[in-house]
């Protein structure tokens, strides 16, 4: 997923000389309502793969996030791009590893991440990440740009390089803020999907969404 915003940081943050005649990968490609895909077209990549856990526009592969590397192999891209989509990954922490070690190394990351958005279930929606998980996260890469977009600035943007010599972070202890338990937390664990306060936001985003349908039901027959 990529809304305009992003689309418009991508524009500026890309440039032609670390994609033409590259490989390039998008981990959580299904396009909902954008997709950085055709600006990096543009700059002429050898290769463009989206990946996806389902079938859909912009999905070349069906492959999920935390399986990457057993599909295309250690450092097998020289970029990889991922927009809102960890924040619906339950092991988050394996599809950071993951997406590390597809890249090549001195390849680029490009990230996009939500920091402060409503609940969403696409089908899942599991994390949150501030401006400083992220620098902890990505530690072990050397950060080009982390930013906030100023009209957007629940979400957090990086774009990093992956050192030659790349010495993987720890992260198995480290805590991120899950919306469905509201603290912050180091994995999530099947009673967690089990509580009151998980269900009650699942059950407001689901009549929240068939109002939303419905609306445009109402508006398409005008």
Request: net charge negative; proline share 4%.
């Amino acid at each position: 997923m990529c809304d305009v915003n992003c689309i418009r940081w991508g524009a500026k943050n890309l440039t032609g000389k670390e994609i033409e005649g590259k490989r390039v990968i998008e981990v959580g490609s299904y396009d909902v309502n954008g997709s950085l895909r055709y600006i990096v077209e543009l700059l002429e990549p050898t290769e463009y793969i989206g990946v996806d856990v389902v079938e859909g526009p912009g999905v070349d592969t069906i492959c999920s996030a935390e399986n990457l590397v057993e599909k295309f192999g250690q450092e097998s891209f020289d970029m990889v791009i991922s927009t809102c989509t960890l924040e619906h990954i339950k092991d988050w922490k394996k599809a950071v590893s993951n997406i590390k070690n597809i890249c090549k190394p001195n390849g680029i990351i490009l990230v996009i991440v939500p920091s402060d958005w409503p609940f969403h279930e696409y089908p899942y929606d599991f994390w949150r990440y501030k401006k400083e998980d992220i620098k902890n996260i990505f530690s072990d890469c050397d950060i080009l740009v982390l930013g906030e977009d100023p009209q957007t600035p629940s979400l957090v943007y990086v774009k990093m390089r992956k050192p030659n010599e790349f010495y993987e972070k720890d992260l198995s202890d480290y805590q991120l803020y899950s919306v469905i338990v509201d603290k912050k937390i180091t994995e999530i664990y099947e009673k967690d999907l089990q509580n009151f306060y998980f269900k009650h936001l699942s059950f407001k985003d689901k009549i929240k969404n068939i109002v939303l349908k419905k609306g445009r039901m109402i508006f398409s027959k005008d």
